[in-house]
């Protein structure tokens, strides 16, 4: 973390890489190397390196360049790469591959990105074109042409399991889930459309089983764990220590003024 400042452009981004002569890959607009390196950007803001603060002004540099998510996705960089030992021809050439294509493993990180930081739209309308290749049986990695076509189209479908990464990441971004070996951080991104979520499918740590609702929308206000009261929590997160949950554990967090009606009755 030390060295990070190190690969910090002074608008808060992150750029790819530095020469030992102190000559840097991924300053957008520069006139060499001046592309924007989507993926450490994305990572950055999805895995918390950073802080709100940055993860904001990385944000803002993302949405200020158009070009960078075409058709939803976010391709690996734009524009076009100036730094590769070979002429981008080929799968080499832009918009494809490593330069310019897009990513379904890296969609996922900057869909939990959009989520981190209150982007729910964003991460809507990449949901939104993942449906386009799911209902064509399409679901290949990497996508080519900036993100709008597969990798391999002359298949009679496509099937890869980095595919279902931004669709999972649309149900993981809702509540984060910071694992730890003391337990469980859970830090609710609810779109402010939803005034009740009711999870009925589980998540897992060990051998716990996680039923998580929520009713209401703002802070968290209360919450309870298999109708009882928990304490554990403050107005952004709430703690599972392990010891502590439940091996099922029904987990109801009221946000605001919310009040939860159940489909199924809360087992204690």
């Not at 520069?30 to 950007?41: L, Q």
């Not at 402010?192 to 589980?202: C, K, V, Y």
């Amino acid at each position: 973390r030390k060295g990070l400042p190190l690969l910090t452009t002074r608008d808060g981004y992150f750029f790819k890489s530095l020469d030992p002569d102190g000559v840097r890959h991924g300053v957008y607009g520069a006139a060499r190397y001046g592309y924007f390196a989507a993926t450490p950007n994305v990572d950055a803001i999805c895995f918390r390196v950073v802080g709100r603060a940055q993860a904001e002004k990385i944000y803002d540099k993302i949405a200020s360049i158009p070009g960078l998510r075409p058709y939803g996705f976010v391709i690996a960089n734009y524009p076009s790469l100036d730094d590769m030992y070979t002429s981008p021809k080929g799968i080499w050439r832009f918009g494809e591959w490593v330069n310019g294509g897009a990513w379904s493993t890296c969609e996922a990180r900057a869909v939990l990105a959009y989520y981190r930081l209150g982007k729910y739209k964003d991460a809507e309308r990449s949901m939104e074109k993942l449906l386009t290749f799911a209902r064509r049986f399409r679901m290949d990695n990497p996508f080519t042409d900036f993100g709008n076509a597969v990798y391999q189209p002359k298949q009679p479908i496509n099937l890869t399991y980095d595919a279902f990464g931004p669709a999972a990441a649309l149900v993981r971004g809702l509540f984060e889930y910071e694992y730890s070996a003391a337990g469980l951080t859970l830090v609710p991104h609810i779109p402010t459309g939803i005034t009740e979520l009711e999870q009925l499918d589980p998540v897992r740590i060990g051998r716990k089983r996680l039923y998580l609702s929520t009713a209401g929308r703002g802070r968290i206000t209360s919450v309870t764990v298999n109708g009882r009261p928990w304490k554990f929590f403050t107005d952004r997160t709430i703690f599972l220590p392990y010891v502590r949950t439940p091996d099922a554990a029904h987990i109801v967090i009221s946000l605001g003024k919310g009040k939860f009606c159940p489909l199924r009755p809360i087992s204690t």
